[in-house]
């Protein structure tokens, strides 16, 4: 097939329907792989960060139960002493509703692993909180101090231990994805360019040919 035997107006169109092609196919591939970058994004905002915001709540809710406890243990005031009590069943409420969000996002076998360690503090945890506040509200308060200082608060450190192992873990997940990200955008950077050059290359051939055929038919 001869160029030069084709009407000006033929190599033109060609020329041009070439090129329009070939932005097509950039565009294309453009969006395509900012799809896939909006949704490694979403991943890491959507799945992985919440996770660690969840469980460092948690941890400051047990530090405030724990807190509660001691002013319980301060105090002689009857009003103080239930003040401190209600605040504790009100954080408790709290805290089983992060455990929950903290179950829904284990997603992976070592999330998996690690929320039973917490599950297993949190019961050991629970079982003291329960001595300590019978203790209390029965008027001992050297028992419940005893308790506290034997049984609860150990049961808090390792509480808030079994979490922030949760929270690394997730932390490392969420590194893991923001390296999978700025990975994926040094390739579509890469092919972006090789595409927009390729485009170029083919371009300066195509009109060097339309300009030839033109040239050699006059």
Sequence with gaps: MNLSNW????????????LVLMLLIVGVMSLGRLADFNSQIDRIVASDYPPTVKGNQLIGELNGYALSQQRVLLTTSEQDIKKEMESMK?????????MEDLRKSANDSRSQAILQDINQARAD?????????GFINSGDTTVARNEFMTATEKSIQA?????????????????LSQQQVAQSYTNTRLLLVGMILAAILLSVIVAAAITRSVTHSD
């Excluded at 009100?90 to 992060?98: D, F, G, H, I, P």
């Excluded at 945890?125 to 506040?133: D, E, L, R, V």
């Excluded at 922030?164 to 590194?175: L, N, P, T, V, Y």
């Design 125 to 133: 945890f629970h079982t003291s909180s329960t001595k300590f506040a």
């Design 90 to 98: 009100q954080r408790t409420v709290t805290v089983s509703a992060l």
């Design 7 to 18: 009407r000006i107006g033929y190599r033109l169109g060609i020329g041009f329907s070439l």
């Design 159 to 175: 509480y808030k231990a079994a979490i922030s192992a949760f929270i690394d873990h997730r932390d490392d997940q969420m590194s």
